[in-house]
């Protein structure tokens, strides 16, 4: 059986008084592709922030390689494998795209490999090279989603979070962001993906989870919720 990569235990996160999520457990293994699903407002990024450490946790435990990084900030865990693309991107606006990706890479020293990996993400993103040169502030945001992904993927991560990659794009773009998943899957880079589109991502993923009002209330395999009657009625509109 693979390495578990990634296991949270009685994971809990409060803001202010309000406790958004309630002790979630679930894990990801080395080589899977994992959806965290559920309506706006049911903990996923929430619990995605608590992962890489942008909050803190109220209790439980997150164990990476086997270890608890509770307490460690993004930039340990980028050391480490553990990447991030954000809700709503986060791209730095006033830099090139080329500055962008560079900064994806600010843990390496490697500049042959550096060099090699923007190569690659153009090839992935042929649109990004084509504009190499201008600020990521003036892009669209498609193009931004594209961006972002592109730098996260130059820290080459072991274990790649990505929080709503489809949100508020066009359906072109959708495809265009669900393809890149799946190559990037294929490549041997395991995900764990936050989506609200549910069809797509349990679609791609290996296993599941449904996550409700700060807890997971069902977990499977991808095929095996996406035929579930109760997902299919809560977020397939069936």
């Known amino acids: 059986m693979a390495q578990t990569l990634l296991k949270v235990s009685g994971l809990k996160v409060a803001y202010g008084g309000i406790q958004a999520v309630k002790g979630v457990d679930f894990e990801v293994r080395e080589g899977e592709l994992v959806s965290l699903i559920g309506s706006n407002g049911a903990g996923k990024t929430t619990t995605m922030k608590a992962i890489t450490g942008t909050l803190p946790l109220a209790g439980g435990d997150i164990e990476y390689l086997g270890k608890s990084i509770k307490g460690q900030g993004p930039w340990d865990l980028v050391k480490q ?107 041997g880079v395991t995900i764990l993906l936050v989506e609200q589109n549910a069809s797509r991502a349990l679609a791609l993923a290996d296993r599941g989870y449904v996550m409700e009002s700060g807890l997971i209330t069902m977990a499977g395999g991808g095929k095996e919720l996406l035929a579930d009657p109760k997902v299919r009625a809560a977020y397939l509109g069936e």
């Open 81 to 187: 494998g553990l990447a991030m693309v954000p809700e709503g991107r986060g791209v730095f606006t006033r830099m090139s795209i080329t500055e962008n990706l560079l900064m994806g890479a600010y843990i390496r020293n490697d500049k042959p490999g550096i060099a090699e990996d923007v190569e690659k993400v153009f090839t992935i993103f042929p649109r990004l090279r084509e504009r190499k040169d201008q600020l990521a502030g003036t892009m669209s945001g498609g193009e931004q989603q594209m961006l972002a992904m592109g730098r996260a993927l130059m820290s080459r991560p072991k274990l790649l979070l990505m929080d709503e990659p489809s949100m508020g794009l066009s359906p072109i773009m959708v495809d265009k962001v669900f393809e890149v998943v799946r190559d990037v899957y294929a490549q």
